[in-house]
């Protein structure tokens, strides 16, 4: 087998990296697409019947095209800016990207403000033409969501103002991330390897990892509570022009669920997080301690750490994927071969990890920070089913391929549950096994707390904003009151500047950047089952749900799929008690 490259390869998309001239003419290009469209737009008028169907036809060829385009910009500078945070002309791209990303977003309110002039009658009689089927569903919620918000004018000053506003204060943040660093043991740490630490077997690198990141992150929170409370407000202006009430709205219409399907599924789980208790006592127990600290919840027990190089962690999940899904094992395959994966560890690059598509080479691209450990690899396993979820995308029209964050997060949830599973099959001994089945509890863990906090925290912070700016003690404040909550008071010491340091309460892509990972996770469990159950037939099934997530709601996907209501919460309990299968293996073993 071909030894695999830990770094990516990025100059097959565009040649020369923030340099390349390749991308600058294909800018240029995406600019004059987007004069076409917005030329196209300046003459359309809505539909009068449905035999006026050409101009509108032209336009949605016209959208695509220009989201095609953008997207592969986008996602190029991504990777750039990810791969190393003092790229200064990648900032200067990401700004243009920016800037490009408003000028079609208001295009797009002005596509969405006519077909809300459409007559009722009319425009049903439109999705049903052979031209529109395929995307009625993406049209009719456009329109939508269009009756909600401002008129055309007003919308496109507030996407305007929001690339010097609302996405500036998000990439103030990451400039400012980018300029931190830590010394530990004589060496200069990027956040993002300094956090790595806190996975440390060694408590001692762990504590210290954590104090010095607490005091890093302290230091700063002047300046982090500046960028997260400007952004917030802008997010909630907007709110208020357009007389939304509920802050859940943007974040459940994003992803497509009710807020009935989300407070069945918090619920259940806080139901379930009594079971989980013991097991924080006894993983305490198990380190030494008399309690477990915010540190130790990740720890590992037993020396599993840095037990597979990349080379043998790519082998062994191709190989696990293969079990379940041939296609997926080759999709797999084909992104180490091709060197879609920046894998390294080193300074200088931005912490945390993402897969990212580009939507007019049809490739993918994965960035991560391997360390060789149990987790590290989950962690490559859950971004190849990113990359794979995109994969089987490809041909669908593009409006269609915008699948919400919740879902995308259950293939990769699946791809890491085959892994994790595999992994404790194949333990060579029964500490070992305990100890892997210990990191698949943890995630649960994850899931149900950490996120659960994350949630609770941003409620909170936003109902606190309407009134005022919230300052930088009182935003430590509310992070230790969710976690105490979300822990169950199950542990001795808490991140109080948890708000500063994840980078997702500062993403301005979408608000709420928390349950849809619990969802994904939960929701990919029920998937789970069902390929246990239907065995080698599943793999077809398994591809038409994924490519139903950009065109249906997750109420809609999970009755045509799974024939279960996600608004009850018999679902979520059903996908708890497989959670606690791991976690009632782990206590047994351990005692």
């Known amino acids: 087998m071909a030894e695999y490259n830990i770094t990516w390869d990025l100059d097959s998309i565009f040649e020369g990296g923030s340099d390349s001239q390749q991308l600058r003419d294909y800018i240029k290009q995406t600019e004059r697409h987007l004069s076409e469209l917005e030329t196209l737009l300046r003459s359309f008028t809505p539909p009068r019947n449905t035999d006026q169907t050409k101009d509108l036809s032209t336009i949605l060829e016209n959208v695509q095209l220009v989201i095609k385009k953008l997207g592969e910009f986008g996602a190029y500078v991504s990777c750039l800016n990810a791969q190393d945070v003092h790229d200064v002309k990648a900032g200067a791209l990401q700004s243009k990207r920016s800037e490009l990303g408003a000028r079609l977003d208001n295009q797009l309110t002005q596509l969405d403000q006519t ?78 390897q300094a956090s790595n630490k806190l996975h440390s077997s060694d408590r001692r690198v762990r504590k210290e990892a954590f104090q010095k990141l607490q005091n890093t992150w302290a230091g700063e929170a002047d300046l982090f509570s500046e960028t997260l409370n400007h952004l917030s407000g802008f997010r909630l202006q907007t709110y208020k022009h357009r007389n939304w009430e509920n802050i859940l709205k943007e974040p459940l219409d994003y992803n497509r669920m009710s807020e009935q399907t989300l407070n069945a599924m918090w619920d259940t789980i806080t139901d379930y997080k009594k079971h989980y208790i013991p097991y924080m006592k006894k993983k305490a127990q198990k380190l030494g301690l008399n309690q477990l600290s915010f540190y130790d919840v990740e720890a590992p027990l037993g020396d599993t750490e840095n037990t597979m190089s990349f080379q043998e962690g790519a082998e062994f999940i191709i190989k696990q994927f293969r079990q379940f899904s041939p296609k997926m094992a080759d999709f797999a395959e084909m992104a180490f071969e091709k060197s879609w994966i920046e894998a390294e560890d080193r300074p200088g690059k931005q912490p945390g990890g993402f897969c990212t598509s580009f939507p007019d080479s049809g490739e993918t691209r994965i960035f991560m920070t391997y360390s060789g450990s149990p987790s590290s690899v989950a962690t490559l396993a859950h971004e190849l089913g990113h990359a794979y979820h995109q994969h089987v995308m490809t041909d669908l029209p593009v409006l269609n391929q915008g699948y919400a964050m919740n879902v995308a997060e259950t293939a990769s949830t699946f791809a890491e549950m085959i892994v994790a599973d595999a992994a404790v099959k194949h333990a060579a001994n029964e500490a070992e096994k305990m100890s892997l089945l210990e990191d698949k509890v943890q995630r649960s863990v994850a899931f149900f707390m950490n996120i659960h906090a994350r949630f609770l925290f941003e409620s909170r912070f936003y109902e606190e904003r309407e009134e005022s700016v919230v300052s930088a003690e009182r935003l430590n404040e509310l992070m230790i009151e969710a976690q105490k909550e979300a822990y169950v008071e199950t542990l001795d010491e808490y991140d109080p500047t948890f708000w500063a340091s994840k980078l997702h309460f500062h993403i301005t892509d979408v608000p709420f950047y928390n349950f849809p990972y619990t969802f994904g996770y939960l929701f990919s469990m029920g998937i789970y089952a069902k390929a246990l159950e239907v065995g080698a037939d599943f793999e077809n099934q398994y591809i038409a749900l994924l490519q139903d997530t950009g065109r249906m709601s997750v109420e809609e996907l999970a009755e045509k799929h799974l024939g279960v209501d996600l608004k009850k919460t018999d679902f979520w309990e059903h996908a708890l008690k497989l959670c606690l299968a791991d976690l009632n293996e782990f206590m047994e073993l351990s005692e």
Do not use: C, P
């Not at 007559?119 to 569903?137: A, R, T």
């Not at 929001?162 to 830590?182: E, F, P, R, T």
């Open 115 to 192: 077909l809300v002039q459409v007559d009722d009658d009319v425009w049903k009689s439109l999705m049903n033409q052979v031209q529109f089927i395929e995307v009625s569903f993406i049209l009719n919620e456009r329109r939508q969501l269009a009756k909600d918000k401002l008129e055309v004018k007003r919308e496109s000053l507030i996407n305007d103002l929001s690339v010097d506003g609302y996405h500036a204060w998000g990439q103030m943040y990451d400039s400012l991330v980018a300029k931190l660093s830590i010394t530990m043991d004589g060496e200069t740490l990027s956040v993002g």
